[in-house]
């Protein structure tokens, strides 16, 4: 119906009414201030719905409600219908009302994003930043500052004003913050919540996984992830010749395959460029990526730092980027592209070539050597971590 209105009024119209509903949202957030912040209440924030890390720090507290009395969990998204929360985790669409007091209200914020501009930190809150990032290729905040423009810059230094803790799971990722996103408090170094399930790879995540994607237990997973390209309707880097890839996997590592393309979510909406079979699905819907990574055996992308997190599990990473000299020029990286520890190819043909010729103990031992490199804390227990955090600041008196 929101869509529908939008095609219907006037461009003029839309912005008048955008400006009503922002200058609404702001006087309810400092109407709800006036009342008492509920000492158990704990808000949890991720934009595209119940997933990251935000996810699995929820997870995570709703087994520790026992043991808390009257802990109350709050997730809110710009995608309630992706959220499929368990039990005791109540689900709120961004900006509602009820989202609004919630956050107005809560004694602990968890977010995964930036706040949005009106959200203002009232003594007695206390908010952490489990962050969307991870290790990174491509440079961001401070690092790219020329491009993200006056406003996105001046919301991000108060939003990392008034943080109280970032989550690392890095020496790289310390260092990043501190130099990057103008924030100069306390840092804890325990790891991604989401690369958790990496560390405990479950034979139930697997299962549901392959249920919904439609895969046999036979079946082995490589997955395709791309990543965005900024204002670039551009869908050649994104092409594949899958039917010549399912062979080449075969042929190397044995067995019978599928490919799950996992695009971005700016890059899905164009997926119908992708002709999907029983063996090349489309799982850029899939509800979470960090399950699919869990399942999946081998790993095909361009820039993405999922290329760090799936090497976490020591199984094969190719890249493949057709514009890497472009797209370095346009973003920049904090690494030599050519000096990272996966094989990499510019063409299809290159593709198929680095598969045909992996050698495994090769690859694990520069991965390795690699990571080395970054100081990773990773260890499988950043959700427990960051939980009892939680747990220690609503019990403080």
């Not at 809110?76 to 985790?89: E, L």
């Not at 390209?229 to 010549?244: S, W």
Request: a positive charge; one cysteine or more; glycine letters at 6%.
């Amino acid at each position: 119906m929101r869509n529908r209105i939008k095609q219907i009024l006037p461009e003029q119209i839309l912005a008048i009414l955008k400006q009503i509903r922002y200058f609404w949202i702001v006087a309810l957030f400092r109407l709800f201030h006036l009342l008492p912040i509920c000492k158990t209440r704990v808000v949890i924030c991720n934009v595209w719905g119940f997933g990251d890390n935000a996810k699995y720090v929820a997870e995570e507290l709703v087994k520790r409600r026992r043991r808390v009395d009257g802990l109350e969990v709050i997730f809110i998204t710009n995608r309630p219908a992706f959220a499929y929360a368990p039990k005791g985790i109540a689900v709120l669409r961004t900006n509602s009302v009820k989202a609004i007091l919630a956050l107005a209200t809560a004694r602990v914020w968890v977010d995964n994003n930036r706040k949005e501009s009106y959200i203002r930190k009232r003594k007695g809150q206390y908010y952490i930043q489990t962050w969307h990032g991870g290790i990174a290729l491509k440079k961001i905040e401070k690092d790219y500052e020329d491009r993200l423009g006056p406003k996105y810059i001046a919301n991000v230094k108060r939003d990392s004003k008034m943080t109280d803790l970032y989550i690392s799971n890095s020496g790289f990722c310390t260092n990043m913050y501190r130099n990057s996103f103008w924030y100069k408090g306390e840092i804890l170094e325990c790891g991604s919540p989401r690369n958790d399930i990496l560390f405990h790879m479950a034979d139930r995540v697997s299962q549901e996984v392959r249920k919904r994607l439609g895969v046999t237990d036979k079946a082995r997973i490589a997955i395709y992830a791309p990543t965005y390209r900024e204002g670039n309707n551009n869908i050649q880097p994104y092409q594949l010749d899958f039917k010549k890839l399912l062979s080449a996997i075969e042929k190397k590592f044995g067995g019978s395959w599928v490919i799950a393309v996992r695009l971005h979510p700016l890059v899905s909406g164009q997926s119908g460029f992708i002709s999907y079979n029983q063996q090349v699905i489309n799982a850029s819907h899939y509800r979470d990526i960090y399950e699919l990574m869990s399942a999946g055996e081998l790993l095909i992308t361009d820039y993405s730092n999922i290329m760090f997190e799936f090497s976490f599990m020591k199984k094969p990473v190719f890249l493949y980027a057709s514009d890497v000299e472009d797209y370095g020029k346009e973003r920049g990286f904090y690494f030599d592209y050519d000096f990272l520890p996966f094989k990499k190819a510019g063409t299809k043909e290159e593709l198929i070539a680095n598969i045909n010729n992996f050698d495994y103990p090769v690859y694990q031992a520069e991965v390795e050597a690699f990571l080395n490199q970054l100081d990773i804390y990773e260890n499988g227990s950043a959700s427990k971590c960051v939980a009892d955090r939680i747990v220690r600041i609503i019990q403080a008196k």
